[in-house]
């Protein structure tokens, strides 16, 4: 069973900083491609950031400049460091992942539960 637990939403004011993080556990082979997506209420879930096993990273230009991606190979954990949040960066924030489980498996995309930033003005 392959598992993906975000941790560190919360309530914060407009622009102060949340770090997010998201940790694979579970029997794996490999994680490739690593991302954060976000949805608010009424809208759909779109990308915030991706970064791949090389480190190679893409971010929205909304949040360009303010939000950084990376992650711990060794640990199988995603962050997404958010910096002078806005009230329009307010949604529920999850994670994905393309993982194999074994040498021969298809890559499949894993998301988590999801964790909500909600930013006062």
């Known amino acids: 069973q392959v598992q993906l637990v975000e941790s560190g939403g919360g309530l914060v004011q407009a622009g102060t900083s949340l770090r997010l993080s998201c940790a694979v556990s579970?029997?794996?082979?490999?994680?490739?491609?690593m991302g954060w997506y976000r949805q608010a209420p009424g809208n759909q879930r779109e990308l915030v950031a991706t970064i791949t096993s090389g480190g190679s990273t893409n971010y929205a230009d909304s949040v360009k400049g303010r939000f950084t991606i990376s992650r711990d190979n060794a640990k199988n954990t995603v962050y997404l460091q958010m910096n002078s949040l806005k009230p329009e960066d307010t949604a529920v924030y999850y994670c994905?992942?393309?993982?194999?489980?074994?040498?021969?498996?298809?890559?499949?995309?894993?998301w988590g539960q999801g964790t909500q930033v909600t930013v006062s003005s």
């Open positions: 579970g029997s794996i082979f490999s994680i490739n491609a």
């Open positions: 994905n992942a393309g993982i194999k489980r074994r040498s021969f498996s298809v890559e499949y995309g894993y």
